[in-house]
């Protein structure tokens, strides 16, 4: 599962620092989104064909683990 992580990216030039796919401009809270909305995986993959299942995967991986993955820099 930590494989996943290569699939996120931040940088704080694209979409002011959220965490996206790399190599695009999809956050991955989009992607939370628009599963929490009800799309279905086969829909999103449709609707974008630039993602894969892993992206998906990648994207819920990074949320259910971000307190983990993010370091927090005191002031």
Known sequence: MN???EFI???PE???GKPCIVNTRI???D???WLAS???QEE???DYPVLTIKHIQAA??????RETLIKFVAA
């Open 3 to 5: 494989q996943l992580i």
């Open 38 to 40: 009800g799309m279905t």
């Open 9 to 11: 990216s931040i940088n």
């Open 27 to 29: 956050a991955v809270s």
């Open 31 to 33: 992607i939370l989104n």
């Open 60 to 65: 819920l991986y990074f949320a259910a683990n």
């Open 14 to 16: 694209i979409r002011f």
């Open 44 to 46: 999103i993959l449709n």
